[in-house]
């Protein structure tokens, strides 16, 4: 099947690690990817690992792979304000990779706290 | 360099009535896919196109509808449309197969 689940809610103190979490159902996913979105406004590309990956670093932003579980996570270091939005996981599941289907989960929204 | 453009920015309708959103892709990319993104969800796939042909579609009624012209750029359509359409919608544009990039989104309210 294909669903993407996240936590809704994390909320942290500017200058913490964030962690947000996501799991999904399709192992065969070539590519699964981290976007934000600002109130109001489209959805920014964040960054994104390839599946044969278990680990991508891009600077303030960590993305873990762990394929057995089918979980993915997101650590954003020294959290800003800024970093408040929405954060959106979302993969390509297998049989999709020619029509660019993907697949998001429903949202985790950050709150930073001064 | 500009990337991906919607208009109009807001739009809102009334129940019955068709609508028509553009976007224009990111120069150089092909590829441009559809999602709409009810509040507090996430978005949800429309279709996708590449070289004006359709290479994907979700689940959604055949009130839906979409083409994409020689320059690349693209217009979804939706007749008869229903309290229910109301959300964001979203394009996308890719390389073949690359990860793709969206625009600010067409907010449609249908009353």
Redesign the interface.
């Known amino acids: 099947g294909e669903d993407?689940e996240q936590s809704l809610f994390l909320s942290v103190r500017e200058g913490d690690s964030s962690v947000i979490n996501c799991t999904y159902t399709d192992s065969s996913s070539t590519?699964l990817?981290w976007?934000k979105q600002e109130p109001g406004?489209?959805?920014?590309?964040l960054t994104?690992i390839f599946s044969n990956m278990d680990m991508k670093q891009d600077q303030r932003l960590t993305v873990l792979l762990n394929k057995k579980d089918k979980h993915l996570s997101l650590r954003i270091a020294d959290t800003q304000t800024g970093d408040s939005a929405i954060y959106?996981c979302?993969e390509i599941p297998h049989g999709?990779?020619?029509?660019?289907?993907?697949?998001?989960?429903?949202?985790t929204t950050l709150q930073v706290k001064p | 360099d500009a990337g991906?453009t919607q208009s109009p920015t807001h739009l809102i309708k009334t129940r019955g009535q068709h609508v028509t959103l553009r976007c224009s892709p990111i120069s150089g990319h092909k590829?441009v896919?559809w999602?709409q993104q009810v509040l507090?969800?996430?978005?949800?796939?429309i279709f996708?196109y590449y070289e004006k042909e359709e290479?994907?579609r979700?689940n959604f009624p055949d009130r839906f509808s979409a083409r994409q012209f020689p320059n690349y750029s693209s217009e979804l359509n939706v007749n008869a449309l229903l309290l229910g359409d109301s959300a964001l919608y979203?394009c996308?544009s890719?390389l073949v197969?690359k990860?793709?990039?969206?625009?600010?989104?067409t907010r449609l309210t249908v009353t």
């Open positions: 993407v590519y990817y976007y406004a489209g959805l920014q590309l994104y959106f979302a999709s990779s020619n029509t660019g289907k993907l697949i998001f989960g429903q949202g | 991906v590829s896919s999602y507090g969800q996430g978005p949800q796939f996708q290479r994907g979700g979203l996308a890719s197969g990860e793709q990039y969206f625009g600010p989104g």
